[in-house]
Structure formats: structure tokens, C-alpha cells
Nanobody, 126 residues
């Protein structure tokens, strides 16, 4: 059974940091491009960041650029999202995802992601 499991969410004050992890099991995602998305109550799921299968290229939503960093460790089959300078508007459930192929995964096209995790809650207090 293929699983993506997020962890590292929690409650943090505005200006603080969190590091999310997404571990995978059931298969290797070494050749998959990976992404992070988030969904706040009453809003659509939105793209946060993506990283190519090799880790050589990263992409970010404008709202998180220069504050968040996506990275991956293919030996550990894990993807990370380092979140700094958190703002109340960053509060959401964060999801990791894996895309086998496609031409628009890096733009956050949810339809190109084949596997999704269950999400981890991030709460930012002001």
C-alpha cells in the first residue's frame, strides 16, 4: 500500500518556524516530482512549492517565496518543507503529493499529482 505521511505540523507564533516532513512507504518515489499544497477552511487547495525528482529545481508560490524552502532526501524517500517567518495567513492543512510525470506539476497543477498524503495542520497565532 502506497502511503505519503506528513508530520511536523503544530501551533506556532507569527514569525516562528516549522519544518514539515513527508515520508513515503509502499514504493520508492525517487523518480517522482514532489509538491506541497495547503488548504485553509473555506478555501481551495493551493500550491505552495514543488521540487524536481533530482532535487535540482524548485518552484514556489509567490506568497511563500523567500520564506519557505522545499527539499528532498531520496535516500530516505522523504520531502521537507522548511517554513520561516510564518504569518497567520499561512495557517492551513498542508499536504504533500507526488507526480510521476507531466508538464505542469511545477505550476501546481493538482491533476498531475498521482499520490497525496492525509495532511498535517499548521496553526499560526498572531
Amino acid at each position: 500500500q502506497v502511503q505519503l505521511v506528513e508530520s511536523g505540523g503544530g501551533l506556532v507564533q507569527a514569525g516562528g518556524s516549522l519544518r514539515l516532513s513527508c515520508a513515503t512507504s509502499g514504493r520508492t518515489f525517487r523518480s517522482y516530482n514532489r509538491g506541497w499544497f495547503r488548504q485553509a477552511p473555506g478555501k481551495e487547495r493551493e500550491f505552495v512549492a514543488a521540487i524536481s525528482w533530482s532535487g535540482s529545481t524548485t518552484y514556489y508560490a509567490d506568497s511563500v517565496k523567500d520564506r519557505f524552502t522545499i527539499s528532498r532526501d531520496n535516500d530516505k524517500n522523504t520531502v521537507y518543507l522548511q517554513m520561516n517567518s510564518l504569518k497567520p495567513e499561512d495557517a492551513a492543512v498542508y499536504y504533500c503529493a507526488a507526480a510521476a510525470a507531466g508538464s505542469s506539476w511545477y505550476r501546481g497543477d493538482r491533476g498531475e499529482y498521482d499520490y497525496w498524503g492525509q495532511g498535517t495542520q499548521v496553526t499560526v497565532s498572531s
